[in-house]
């Protein structure tokens, strides 16, 4: 009995292609992988409460953080399944879908915040968001994050040389691995959910992410040294399952897009504010020593990352990457 029971619960679970009865109330599953304290985790609740109210409790959105529902890997077949009918995955977990997800990887290559939020609001951006379509997912915003910085539990890494030998946690797709490559570093793909045990336990040294996933995750607890390095970008996509947006009436679908407008505003104020406390947070800490990359230090690495450039402008496209380059 339970094995098979136990895989039909939780994240594969559910009926999602059942139709629905005329006035039934209308279920919003929304799983992610990040603790409720985060950009994504209050943005999520934000929605929740909007269309909650809005539809006077026509709709209601359940809302499972911290891969409680579904991890990684799990989530994206649970929407496709609409199994769960709302996720916010970071976005180089979509890469085995289409490739120009990878840019956000991309080291050092936007600008600033602002530049990568124009990105994402401008055509490219949107042209991306809508790629998913063929595969029944429907992207509806992007949730920026932030900028990823390194953490470690070996040394302080100031220089590409620091990384030699050194083995790093990525979260999906060839250009984090050939980033990590590039520096003399091996890497290893791990589910979100994993990370802690495996920074616990030596099966990784380091990690990237952002202040506040290494502040929330409590990463400090088991690594030793952060580099300061805004390498590169952690940002998300909301996508929705095709047919449960198709089985919407017009008014309905407008509400949740509205309330996903302002959901949007939202997270966007927060990932910059709950980043900058999570910084403050974790140097007050005093539990790792911090480096902060020089503009030199910067230029030592953006020469050692070319070798990711050669290999991956192309399999991203060209008109992306100069697009996202030309984002102020
Ligand atoms: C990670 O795996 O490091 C991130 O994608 C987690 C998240 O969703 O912020």
Not at 5 to 14: A, I, K, N, S
Request: charged share 25%; with cysteine.
């Amino acid at each position: 009995l339970s094995v098979f029971t136990l895989t039909l619960v939780g994240c594969g679970g559910g009926d999602g292609t059942k139709t629905k009865a005329k006035d039934e109330k209308i279920i919003i599953k929304f799983s992610h992988v990040v603790a409720e304290s985060t950009p994504k985790g209050q943005a999520a609740l934000k929605f929740k409460q909007l269309v909650e109210e809005k539809s006077g409790g026509k709709m209601e959105v359940q809302v499972f953080p911290s891969s409680q529902l579904c991890g990684d890997k799990e989530e994206l077949e649970a929407l496709q399944a609409n199994n769960v009918q709302l996720i916010a995955p970071s976005v180089t977990k979509l890469v085995g879908f289409v490739p120009a997800f990878q840019l956000v990887d991309m080291p050092f290559l936007f600008a600033s915040d602002q530049a990568a939020y124009n990105f994402y609001d401008g055509p490219f951006g949107q042209k991306l968001m809508r790629s998913l379509e063929p595969k029944g997912m429907l992207g509806l915003a992007w949730w920026p994050n932030g900028a990823k910085h390194f953490t470690n539990s070996k040394r302080p890494l100031k220089t590409p040389e620091d990384f030699k030998g050194l083995k790093f946690r990525t979260q999906s797709g060839g250009l984090l691995d050939a980033q990590f490559k590039a520096l003399g570093a091996g890497s290893q793909t791990l589910a979100f959910a994993e990370v802690y045990q495996a920074l616990q336990n030596g099966t990784v040294d380091g990690q990237e992410n952002t202040f506040n996933n290494i502040d929330t995750q409590k990463y400090v607890e088991v690594q030793k040294y952060l580099t300061v390095s805004s390498h590169g970008r952690l940002d998300y996509v909301v996508l929705t399952n095709t047919k449960f947006w198709n089985s919407l009436t017009p008014e309905q679908q407008q509400l949740i897009s509205d309330c996903m407008k302002e959901a949007t505003a939202y997270e966007r104020q927060l990932a910059d504010e709950l980043n900058n406390k999570s910084k403050e947070k974790i140097k007050a800490s005093g539990k790792v020593e911090i480096y902060e990359l020089t503009e030199s230090d910067r230029a030592a690495f953006i020469k050692a990352l070319e070798p990711v450039y050669k290999e991956y402008t192309d399999k991203i496209g060209k008109e992306y990457i100069d697009a996202a380059r030309a984002s102020k």
